[in-house]
């Protein structure tokens, strides 16, 4: 089957504008993550969500980042009025069930994010 | 404050012997502990986990030890293989079962596997 999908996997865009970031789990997973990777460094959380229920969001940097889950399916990272120290790969991952053990993460291949 | 650290940001290695990547972490509520590979353009992949309550877990040629009182983890590989060359994070994560999910990740070590 299908992996993690992220779309677009390459932004380009200017110091101010907002910009909506895609993740699309694997079908039938219940969690979805998003973290954020800098150059040179590992992923950084941001936040998750179980279902639509938004679980954590301590990562989140500021109120400028947002994330949304609607339906409990595909996922929606919106970063407004960027700056240029959010250019990052942002990468979303996903896992079947929910408490109690470890539930391997899948992660999408990211989304390359500059702001000029 | 970096809770998770990979301070070897490169290793290299013959094929055939034994690699070994090592993490520390400094947050002693962290109960899970993970190893995830990463190819250039893909997303970090799952390869293997160790829980608090174990010191050791095996799967194949990996290896990961876990030394709580040390808070130090290591990743053993042998034999080393060509297609074992990629970068290497070491994550962490605490209340698993709870459900919190959450991972720390570590830098990452670039393994290089030398013919």
């Known amino acids: 089957g299908a992996g993690v999908s992220q779309s677009p996997r390459y932004k380009v865009t200017k110091r101010g504008q907002d910009v909506a970031l895609r993740c699309d789990p694997i079908?039938?997973?219940?969690?979805l993550y998003w973290y954020r990777q800098a150059l040179g460094q590992g992923p950084e959380f941001l936040t998750y969500?179980?279902?639509?229920?938004?679980?954590?969001k301590s990562g989140l940097p500021n109120d400028r980042f947002s994330a949304e889950r609607p339906e409990g399916s595909i996922s929606t990272l919106t970063i407004q009025r960027t700056e240029q120290r959010d250019s990052a790969m942002y990468r979303c991952?996903?896992?079947?069930?929910?408490?109690?053990?470890?539930?391997?993460?899948?992660f999408g291949p990211g989304t390359r994010l500059t702001v000029l | 404050d970096q809770q998770v650290k990979q301070n070897s940001p490169s290793l290299s290695v013959q094929e055939g012997r034994i690699s070994i990547l090592n993490c520390d972490y400094t947050?002693?509520?962290?109960?899970?502990f993970l190893w995830y590979k990463k190819y250039p353009a893909e997303g970090p992949t799952f390869l293997i986990s160790?829980?608090?309550?174990?010191d050791k877990n095996e799967d194949g040629r990996f290896t990961v030890f876990l030394n709580k009182s040390a808070k130090h983890l290591s990743l053993h590989i042998v034999p080393s293989q060509p297609g074992d060359s990629a970068v290497y994070f070491c994550?962490?994560?605490?209340?698993?079962?709870?459900?919190?999910?959450?991972?720390?990740f570590g830098q990452g070590t670039r393994l290089t596997i030398n013919p």
């Open positions: 991952a996903s896992s079947l069930r929910l408490a109690g053990f470890y539930n391997e993460q899948f």
């Open positions: 079908s039938g997973h219940v969690s």
């Open positions: 969500f179980n279902y639509e229920a938004q679980q954590d």
């Open positions: 947050n002693s509520m962290f109960d899970y």
């Open positions: 160790i829980s608090s309550i174990k």
């Open positions: 994550a962490a994560s605490e209340g698993i079962i709870q459900g919190a999910q959450k991972l720390v």
